[in-house]
């Protein structure tokens, strides 16, 4: 009886291992926030300590992670990056902002780990503050808009880091260093957001004997694609096509299909049919 009492805590604990690239388990974790005198200290990443950011500690999530953060009593949500160390086993440490914003002091909460591609979102969360707060994250970013603001954003920071670092310095006679930017004019830039609308795309994620089989085969999605499942009968094959309606540009597309190889190697894109 020992043994198995064992066995089981064991297992138990395996069930709430959270790895840095799960986006499928949501986790529930029991979540605080800091004492104010941990304020202008460094964190166990180097950062300094700041209240007023959306940071939180964990015991052995990577640094860098980013976790959509929801109450489960009124559904509020916030997006934080993992900066720091807890030495406590499944609790997460938030700042105060954070911990005001999903309105608790110490209580349960369930936890997602969210991919890379989310960074924007939780660098520009206080503009979509009401979105979170109604616990609406998920149909915000589903949206096919969003994934092409997104792509937008990062093609302009990428393009803004590029024109800060290929600043050129040059000596002038009396030894004072002049610098010459390359920073593309607006006029340019202009021209370079009018290009024409990209094409949709959706993702057919394979092909099943049965529509049971094929709900089945959904359970491998993330939670925030299961929404957007949708199914095909192929006559010629006489069998069911399930589909994921992403209707979004395709690097976004490709970006998912290469997210989902692993679960389901016949993936392939195909263009929105709306």
């Known amino acids: 009886m020992y043994i198995t009492l ?5 297992l138990a604990g395996r069930a709430q291992t959270v790895s840095h690239n799960d986006t499928v388990g949501v986790y529930t974790m029991h979540g605080t926030y ?9 964190t166990s990443s180097g950062e300094v300590f700041n209240q007023n950011r959306y940071t939180a500690a964990h015991k052995t999530l990577k640094f860098g992670t980013l976790l959509l953060v929801t109450n489960i009593h009124t559904g509020q949500q916030v ?12 609790v997460l440490d ?10 608790i002091g110490s209580q349960k909460v369930h ?20 979105v979170l707060i109604a616990g609406n994250f998920w149909n915000y970013v589903k949206q096919p808009e969003r994934a092409e603001q997104i792509q937008s954003h990062n093609t302009a920071k990428a ?4 024109s800060t670092t290929t600043q050129k310095s040059s000596s002038t006679k009396n030894g ?10 607006k006029a340019e830039k202009a021209e370079e957001h009018s290009v024409a609308k990209e094409p949709l795309y959706d993702l057919e994620l394979g092909h099943y004997a049965s529509r049971n089989t094929a709900q089945k085969a959904t359970e491998n999605l993330p939670l ?10 192929d006559v010629d094959r006489r069998d069911i096509t399930l589909v994921l309606h992403l209707e979004a540009p395709k690097s976004r597309a490709e970006e998912v299909q290469k997210e989902l190889q692993s679960h389901f190697p016949e993936v392939k894109m195909v263009k929105s049919k709306k």
């Open 6 to 10: 064992c066995l089981l805590a064991v």
């Open 34 to 42: 800091y004492s104010d005198r941990f304020v202008g200290r460094k």
């Open 79 to 90: 997006i934080v990056r993992v900066n720091d160390r807890c030495p406590r086993s499944n």
């Open 94 to 103: 938030m700042t105060r902002k954070a911990a005001k914003q999903l309105g």
């Open 111 to 130: 936890v997602q780990v969210l991919p890379e591609r989310y960074y924007t979102y939780w660098e520009h969360q206080e503009e979509m503050k009401d």
């Open 159 to 162: 393009a803004e880091n590029k």
């Open 176 to 185: 004072n260093v002049q610098h010459q930017s390359t920073q593309t004019p």
């Open 224 to 233: 925030y694609y299961r929404d957007l499942t949708g199914y095909r009968s």
